[in-house]
Structure formats: C-alpha cells, structure tokens
C-alpha cells in the first residue's frame, strides 16, 4: 500500500518491489542503504531523499522516478520569506 508524505508525494516503493518479485532486504543490498532506511522511505515517513539515492533505486529497479513517487497536487504551505 502507497503512503502519502504530508507533502503529497506518494511512495510506490511496495508496488515496484512487488512486482519485480523482490524483498526489501534485496532492495537494501542491491543500492547499499539499510533496510531501516529504505523502510522509512516505503512507510511515507521520510523528509527527503536524495538525488544519488533516488537513481540508485530507480537502477536497482528498472524504473523512472515518476514510477517510485507521484504527487497529488497539494502545494504544501512554505514557512518564512522563501521563493514561491
């Protein structure tokens, strides 16, 4: 089941290993992060994901990154004197 960020940004990281027939552990070995943080990312409960971390996933599972995140449309309100 996908799990929406307070940002809108949905995480389709079951689905993807679902489909490729793949656990999380061999996910976690397959881009050298720990399966806690790979947990994180797939539980919604992640603030960011970098750049480097987000090929490495998309390599390791044969994807584009709009397959591993998708956004509702929700523009989340900014704090203080940031560009909009």
């Known amino acids: 089941m996908p799990f ?3 940002h809108g940004i949905t995480i389709h990281l ?3 290993l679902s489909r490729r027939a793949m656990t999380l552990s061999e ?3 397959a881009v050298d992060i720990t399966v ?3 947990s994180v990312l797939k539980n919604g409960r992640a603030k ?3 750049l480097s971390t ?3 996933l998309c390599g390791a ?3 584009q990154p709009g397959d591993l995140l998708t956004h509702n449309g929700h523009q989340p ?3 203080g004197g940031g560009r909009s």
Do not use: G, K, Q
């Open 48 to 50: 960011a994901i970098r």
């Open 4 to 6: 929406e960020t307070e």
């Open 36 to 38: 806690v943080n790979l």
């Open 27 to 29: 996910l976690a070995d």
């Open 14 to 16: 079951d689905e993807l």
């Open 61 to 63: 599972l044969a994807c």
């Open 54 to 56: 987000l090929a490495a």
């Open 77 to 79: 309100r900014r704090n």
